[in-house]
T-cell receptor, first 114, second 110 residues
Framework: ETGVTQTPRHLVMGMTNKKSLKCEQHLGHNAMYWYKQSAKKPLELMFVYNFKEQTENNSVPSRFSPECPNSSHLFLHLHTLQPEDSALYLC?????????????FGSGTRLTVV | RKEVEQDPGPFNVPEGATVAFNCTYSNSASQSFFWYRQDCRKEPKLLMSVYSSGNEDGRFTAQLNRASQYISLLIRDSKLSDSATYLCVVNGRSQGNLIFGKGTKLSVKP
């Protein structure tokens, strides 16, 4: 496996369900990110982790809970979501906090909340 | 003023055409600038970084004007495979935060 891998690729969940999104990077990067992409909106930063420590929470509702056990893995735990949370959730990583090199994105998880 | 603004398009051009995209950003302290490409229902992929002196990568040329807070991307000799959405990206005020524009959609026709 190379690059940034996200699972699952698609997820349909009810508003009372609990699910988790998984991201793994094989690039030796130190920083990882969760972004949300909704239709007709720009990508929105959700969380930033640098060397497994959370450095940014961009006012994300508590129904989204990130976890970063090490620099290669990132999870997004979901519970009691709303239909408006349906979106493409993208994980990204970078060598260091992104200023010089940009991000490498995973393929994303397309989430539908019913 | 939005942090990163782009003309949404769509730009519909014939093969072989030259097309230019523009982007403005609001944070005068920004130091890092990128163009990403996103194909339909796929993840964004880094196309090129944008350097102060301007830079070129094959048919693609990026320019930065710090005084006007303006970035451009020029694509020469457009190919069908260039059809995608092009995202202008600028670093935000906090460390590690990249701000994405909504993107400009390009459609290259035969």
């Amino acid at each position: 496996e190379t690059g940034v891998t996200q699972t699952p690729r698609h997820l349909v969940m009810g508003m009372t369900n609990k699910k988790s999104l998984k991201c793994e990077q094989h690039l030796g990067h130190n920083a990882m990110y969760w972004y949300k992409q909704s239709a007709k909106k720009p990508l929105e930063l959700m969380f930033v982790y640098n060397f497994k420590e959370q450095t940014e929470n961009n006012s994300v509702p508590s129904r989204f809970s990130p976890e970063c056990p090490n620099s290669s893995h990132l999870f997004l735990h979901l519970h009691t979501l709303q239909p408006e949370d349906s979106a493409l959730y993208l994980c990204a990583s970078s060598q260091e906090l992104a200023f010089r090199y940009g991000y490498t994105f995973g393929s994303g998880t397309r989430l539908t909340v019913v | 003023r939005k942090e990163v603004e782009q003309d949404p398009g769509p730009f519909n051009v014939p093969e072989g055409a030259t097309v230019a995209f523009n982007c403005t950003y609001s944070n005068s302290a920004s130091q890092s600038f990128f163009w990403y490409r996103q194909d339909c229902r796929k993840e964004p992929k880094l196309l090129m970084s944008v350097y102060s002196s301007g830079n070129e990568d094959g048919r693609f040329t990026a320019q930065l004007n710090r005084a006007s807070q303006y970035i451009s991307l020029l694509i020469r000799d457009s190919k069908l495979s260039d059809s995608a959405t092009y995202l202008c990206v600028v670093n935000g005020r906090s460390q590690g935060n990249l701000i994405f524009g909504k993107g400009t959609k390009l459609s290259v026709k035969p």
